[in-house]
């Protein structure tokens, strides 16, 4: 007789309609257009007249429970009970109710949250999970963003830049983050330091061998045990062998810098993807506050705030006055690491299903 099978549990995403506020399932697909009516505030206008407003209010994205309860029970008493967060780890509160927009504002100030991050304003730092649920993080990208937004909340809760600034963390080298007008992100400076004790018991071999991008590593023999060994010439410090390889440790408090990186963008309907480029190299991982990488961020923010014109976006500004007078007007040096010379660089960009050249 065939075994009874239980069910399979369906555990992909839930059904979104169930959180929305009943206008915005009313009028899903029906929207005509929006007003941005003060920063971190949205109206949308429905073909039918129907009207939802938006408050938008910064938050620390690792959350503790305490403050989520807070902002639910702001939620349920100023807004109409019903929230989201935006991809930036902001806080909206959704409502059909305008009278309830100004009380719902003051009363999160009144408790130490900042309201704005909508049109041209800088908005959340985004960042990657970093020493809270990653393995591999040479940097805490979550007190990165806190350092940096504590000096540059008046742009977030302004209308003040050129056009809306996007900011990006990334606490190794070669995974999330590090897509944005400017990017934060982890620059291992020296090649991996192997443990050849422990090589044969954590490491699976081939794969870490695979993984190198630029073949550096081989397996050996040393002291009688399979180990790897990593040709220094060759290595661009990618720190691509370290998670599948602990014992390939990388990251240092010394060599392991940040690195700043301008003008990535998605494509849109005007323009089409732009990679970002490197423009500081070796600024120190210095926390708790990194006052070095902050002073970089806000020399590039105040040259572009001054010099770009309405609604261009970092990518387009820089497009438009060059690299040359970029550097002269950030007050950044020019050096020779600027200079993509690595001779790898044409296969493994021709490797992408994006780009061909
Ligand atoms: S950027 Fe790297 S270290 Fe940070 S969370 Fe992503 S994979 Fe982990
Ligand atoms: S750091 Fe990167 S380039 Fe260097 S050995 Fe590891 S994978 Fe290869």
């Not at 009380?103 to 960042?127: Q, Y």
């Amino acid at each position: 007789m065939a075994h009874e099978m239980r069910s399979p549990i369906e555990s992909g995403c839930p059904d979104g309609f169930q959180y929305m506020h009943p206008v915005m399932c009313k009028n899903y697909g029906q929207w005509a257009y929006h007003e941005d009516v003060r920063p971190g505030v949205l109206v949308h206008v429905s073909n039918n007249g129907d009207k939802i407003y938006t408050v938008r209010a910064g938050t620390q994205r690792i959350l503790d429970l305490f403050t989520l309860r807070k902002l639910c029970d702001i939620g349920d008493e100023y807004g109409e009970g019903y929230i989201h967060f935006t991809i930036r780890s902001n806080i909206e509160y959704q409502m059909a109710d305008e009278a309830r927009v100004e009380p719902l504002i003051k009363k999160l100030e009144d408790e130490g949250f900042v309201v704005g991050g909508t049109r041209n304003s800088i908005a959340m730092i985004s960042h990657t999970q970093g020493w809270l649920h990653c393995d591999i993080p040479g940097t805490d990208a979550s007190g990165v963003v806190k350092s940096m937004m504590d000096e540059l909340i008046d742009e977030f809760k302004g209308w003040n830049m050129p056009n809306r600034v996007h900011m990006t963390t990334s606490c190794c080298q070669i995974n999330c983050g590090g897509q944005g007008d400017i990017a934060i992100n982890v620059q291992h400076t020296k090649p991996p330091k192997i443990n050849h004790d422990l090589v044969s018991n954590v490491c699976e071999r081939p794969s870490v061998v695979a993984r190198c991008p630029v073949a550096a590593i081989r397996p050996a023999l040393v002291n009688g045990k399979p180990s790897l060994e990593v040709d220094e010439k060759k290595c661009i410090c990618c720190g691509a062998c370290y998670p599948p390889c602990p014992p390939m440790q990388i990251n240092d408090a010394e060599h392991s810098k940040l690195a700043i990186w301008v003008g990535g963008n998605h494509s849109n309907a005007r323009g089409k993807p732009t990679f970002q480029k490197l423009v500081a190299s070796g600024i120190p991982n210095n926390p708790p506050r990194w006052p070095e990488a902050t002073a970089v961020v806000k020399k590039i923010l105040t040259a572009y705030k001054d010099n770009a014109k309405d609604w261009e976006r970092m990518n387009d500004w820089i497009e438009r006055i060059g690299w040359p007078r970029f550097f002269e007007k950030t007050g950044l040096p020019f050096t020779k690491y600027h200079i993509d010379n690595w001779r790898g660089a044409r296969n493994s960009l021709n490797s992408s299903t994006h780009i061909r050249f």
